[in-house]
């Protein structure tokens, strides 16, 4: 069975930083890019980032660019969502998600397993 396990979430103060890791377990995600999603209480899910299947391309959420960074480790079959200079704003459960294909996307609709997400909380 497929499972997708986010950690590393927690309480932080505004312009701290935290590194989200998602693992996965059942078969390998090498070939399938990877993303991040997030869901504020009483908002709808929104893209944060995402990774094609090799690591060569990423694209962000505007957002968070140039304050969050995506990367992965294809031996550890883990993605890693580095987050800097956080805001009250970025609270939400973040998710990861597994694509589809092998180019990543910023459309929920193109994810298939999905993590049970990790709450981060941002203090003012």
């Known amino acids: 069975q497929v499972r997708l396990v986010e950690s590393g979430g927690g309480l932080v103060q505004h312009g701290g930083s935290l590194k989200l890791s998602c693992t996965a377990s059942?078969?390998?995600?090498?070939?399938?890019?990877m993303g991040w999603f997030r869901q504020a209480p009483g908002e709808e899910r929104e893209f944060v980032a995402t990774?094609?299947?090799?690591?060569?391309?990423?694209n962000y959420a505007d957002s968070v660019k140039g304050r969050f960074t995506i990367s992965r480790d294809n031996a550890k079959n883990t993605v890693y969502l580095q987050m800097n200079s956080l805001k009250p704003e970025d609270t939400a459960v973040y998710f990861c998600?597994?694509?589809?294909?092998?180019?990543?996307?910023?459309?929920?609709?193109?994810?298939?397993?999905w993590g049970q997400g990790t709450q981060v909380t941002v203090s003012s």
């Open positions: 990774i094609n299947w090799i690591g060569g391309r990423t």
């Open positions: 059942g078969r390998t995600f090498s070939n399938n890019a």
């Open positions: 998600a597994a694509s589809n294909s092998p180019y990543g996307s910023n459309n929920d609709i193109d994810y298939a397993d």
